[in-house]
C-alpha cells in the first residue's frame, strides 16, 4: 500500500476564531472509533498569520497535521518589506508550497524568482511542494514534492480526469527524480479514491474542500476507503 499526502491549501482565508473552530471539529473527526490515519502524511497549509496558533494548538491536541505555508520570500531576513523568510516560516512550519498558479497569475512570479524561493527554502530545511500545470513546467532542483494542478480545475469545480492526470504525473516522475507527486484541482471526498486509485498519483491537494473541517476529514477517510457515512 503506497503511503498518501493530503495537502490541504486554505489560501487567504480564515482568521483566529474561524481556525480555532477548524481545529475543534477536526479533533472531534479524528477521536471518532472509525478514524484510521495510518499511512498518511497530512499537510495543511495556512496563512503566515495563522501559523503560530495553528503550531500551538496541533501540539497541545496532538492533531496529525504537520503545517505549512503557502509561499516563502525569493531573499533571506532583512530589508524585505512586506516578505516572510524562509527562516521565519520554519519557526513554525515544515512544509511550504511554491509556484501554486495563483502567485504566478495575481503576483506576476517567474520561473526565476521561484527558483530563488525554493533555494531559501531549502537553505531553512523546509520541505518544498512545487506546483506545475503540466509536465513541461521547470522544476528546481531541490524541490521535494510535486502537485499537477491544470489551472482550469483549480477551484472551478471541474476536475482533471485521473487516468490523465496519472499520465501528468507519471510523465513528471520519468523526467525527474521526485518520488512524491500528487493532484490538486476540484478535489473533493467523492472523487479523491479515484486519483489515489492510479499507480502514479501519491496524494491530493484540496483547496476549497480542506476549509470545512467536516468536509476534510470525509476526504481523508474517503482516501483510505473509508465511508463518509460513519462520520
Ligand atoms: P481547489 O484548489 O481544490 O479549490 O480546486 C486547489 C488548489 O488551488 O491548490
Redesign the pocket.
Known sequence: MKSLFI?G?W?SNKGIAEAHDWLRQFNAKCQMPNAKWKDLAIVLCVPYTLLNFLHDQIKQLNLPIVLGAQDVSPFGDGAYTGAVSARQVKEFADWV?IG???RRKYFGETDEVLAQKVAQAKTAGLNIIY?VSDENTVIPDGVDAV?Y?PVW?????K?ETPEHANAVIAGVKAKTQIRSVIY?????PDNVASFLAQPAIDGV??????LDAGIFAALILASQGQALQTL
Not at 490538486?184 to 473533493?188: E, M
Request: negative net charge; aromatic residues 0%; hydrophobic residues 35%.
Open positions: 495537502v491549501n489560501k508550497i501554486h498558479s495563483e506546483c502537485a494542478e480545475a483549480i477551484g472551478t469545480g476536475a490538486g484541482g476540484s478535489v473533493t491537494l484540496p483547496g476549497g474542500a480542506s
